[in-house]
């Protein structure tokens, strides 16, 4: 029993599998415009991946970042974007997404 609470709490894990496992449910999710649920797992892998880093010390995975800023973008919330990308860039000491930001904030700024 103890093993399967460890194995749950592991980083880089989410309810028990490797957040690389979780590749082919996030696009199905999208495919299925199922947008909400897509962000509430892509959240969480997220902070997967992030445990994982802080654990292992290796460069992050940026395509879950990436699939969630569409999503946001695809939505108009051009600020969970920003917010999204530059948390990703922080963490990542050094800039991956200097073009889409840029870009989500011309389009909030012209946003009412």
Known sequence: ???????????????????????????????????GEAERLLLALIAAVEAEETV????????????????????RRYKDEIALLERYDTRAGRPSFTERIATAKTLAAKLP
Not at 4 to 20: N, R, S, V
Not at 56 to 75: E, F, G, K, M
Request: charged share 30%.
């Open 1 to 35: 029993m103890l093993r399967k609470l460890f194995k749950k709490a592991k980083p880089g894990f989410y309810q028990g599998k490797h957040y690389t496992e979780y590749v082919d449910r996030v696009k199905e999710l999208k495919r299925q415009e199922k947008f």
């Open 56 to 75: 292992q010390q290796h460069s992050r995975a940026p395509w879950y970042t990436a699939q969630l800023a569409i999503i946001y973008r695809q939505q």
